[in-house]
């Protein structure tokens, strides 16, 4: 049962002593919070293994490092001198095999570690479809640091172009990586307007149409049915209705899949991901799994199951940092959040937006006249109570939207003191004066 007494004592910093050994597999943002908050909270022993770097680095900076913004080592998640003084064991190798009857790990280089709580933060691995079983040259993901350095060496010799295959959000960023190259890009999407699955027609027909006013040439319906090589390099791609396009390099943004395949091997109950229960804890007494690879059972309204996102996989690990120090402490998600950028068109996704409404949702929309900028509230039809925000180019406060929606402010609450949410100061050259007529015409209605 939930402690608060001892909930608080943890917020206020005490320290559990113990002589427990927690290992964690993976150092993304998900084990390296883990391991944070059990050292802040306890002073248990604590090893984090990965195979992919030296050091916990901001996975979302692969972009900014192709493109010469940041060195790897201005991407770390922690000082060098945090690690001197944290009592961390980093451990750099693979991890072969878990035994979870002994309680042990098998490394690549044959070392056997005993832990007595594991947390498996693998993470995930770039989605191959169908068309892409065989390794060829020319063709590559991007979620690895070996996948950035696998591209950086097809890119040096200056391809004719780069078909990116998927829409997402990171087929944008490869996009905008290789156009800082001054390599001409296509994208090819399957849906008819961009990412139709996850944004309403008209944020998807925007963000579309600001992509390709950066020179992004757009295909939509677009599918990849076959790859063909010639000694094993990538020289064309066949499509849906036939078409063929020559490509030497093609970057492959079909999504990611959770990282399982050691959860699988020890037993562990896997489905898309590991799953786990409200606890973080897998089918395996003592293993715990956290970030993108794993999968709630019994997922949050209006949440998906495996939540890849990077918030998420924060929110995890200082959860299971709880659970362990704690038995039976279980922290609810807060509220839905996702951001983005599509070249310099930014987004915020704030709880439930739904593609199309239904019988008990309704929207609120508007559209900047001239700019791609725009702003959605979705509401309960009958009570009124507001559920998410949507909003591109325009930054809205995160405190104030996630109370409106925590506390199921009724729409009419929201639009009196709407204005207050916006951050004016990063668009002062932007006129919001039509959203606030449209915000007031809508008002006796939304209020009814």
């Not at 709580?117 to 068309?131: C, E, F, T």
Request: charged fraction near 20%; glycine fraction near 6%; aromatic fraction near 8%.
């Amino acid at each position: 049962m939930y402690n608060p007494v001892f909930f608080h004592t943890l917020q206020k910093g005490t320290l559990i002593r113990t002589c427990m050994h927690v290992v964690i597999i993976g150092n993304g943002i998900a084990g390296f919070t883990a391991a944070k908050k059990l050292r802040d909270l306890s002073d248990i022993q604590i090893t984090l293994i990965s195979a992919e770097s030296e050091y916990p680095f901001a996975r979302t900076s692969l972009m900014y490092q192709f493109m010469g913004s940041v060195r790897l080592e201005d991407t770390y998640l922690a000082s060098t001198e945090y690690w001197r003084g944290a009592k961390i064991a980093r451990v750099n190798a693979w991890v072969n095999k878990i035994h979870s009857e002994e309680k042990s790990i098998l490394l690549d280089d044959g070392r056997k570690i005993t832990y007595d709580k594991l947390i498996l933060a693998s993470g995930s691995k770039v989605h191959r479809p169908d068309w892409w079983q065989k390794e060829l040259v020319g063709v590559t993901g991007l979620y690895h640091l070996a996948d950035l350095k696998n591209l950086e060496q097809m890119v040096t010799p200056g391809p004719e172009n780069v078909l990116i295959a998927g829409g997402g959000l990171v087929g944008v960023e490869l996009a905008e990586m290789m156009m800082s190259r001054n390599v001409p890009v296509s994208m090819l999407v399957r849906e008819p307007s961009y990412m139709k699955h996850l944004f309403p027609h008209k944020e998807s027909e925007l963000i579309g149409r600001h992509i390709a006013s950066k020179g992004v040439q757009m295909y939509f319906n677009e599918e990849i049915t076959a790859l063909l090589e010639e000694d094993g390099q990538l020289t064309h791609i066949e499509c849906t209705g036939s078409k063929k396009f020559p490509c030497r390099l093609l970057c492959v943004a079909t999504g990611v899949v959770p990282s399982t395949a050691l959860a699988k091997q020890a037993g562990i109950a896997v489905n898309k991901g590991i799953l786990v229960n409200a606890y973080l804890e897998t089918s395996v007494p003592d293993i715990y799994a956290i970030g993108d690879c794993a999968e709630r059972i019994c997922p949050m309204p209006g949440r998906p199951p495996v939540e890849a996102m990077w918030y998420t996989a924060r929110d995890m690990g200082e959860q299971a940092a709880l659970a362990i120090l704690q038995k039976n402490t279980a922290i609810a998600p807060g509220v839905w959040f996702n951001s983005a950028a599509f070249f310099s068109l930014e987004m915020q996704l704030l709880g439930s937006i739904q593609p199309i409404c239904d019988d008990e949702t309704a929207q609120f929309f508007w559209q900047h006249p001239t700019k791609p900028h725009s702003v959605r509230i979705q509401y309960h039809r009958k009570t009124g109570s507001v559920q998410g925000f949507l909003s591109l180019g325009i930054r809205l406060r995160h405190q104030h939207c996630t109370h409106w929606i925590k506390n199921k402010a009724p729409l009419n609450e929201v639009v009196r003191s709407f204005s207050d949410s916006l951050i004016r100061p990063a668009f002062s050259g932007t006129d919001y004066h039509d959203l606030f007529i449209s915000l007031d015409k809508a008002h006796p209605t939304l209020s009814s």
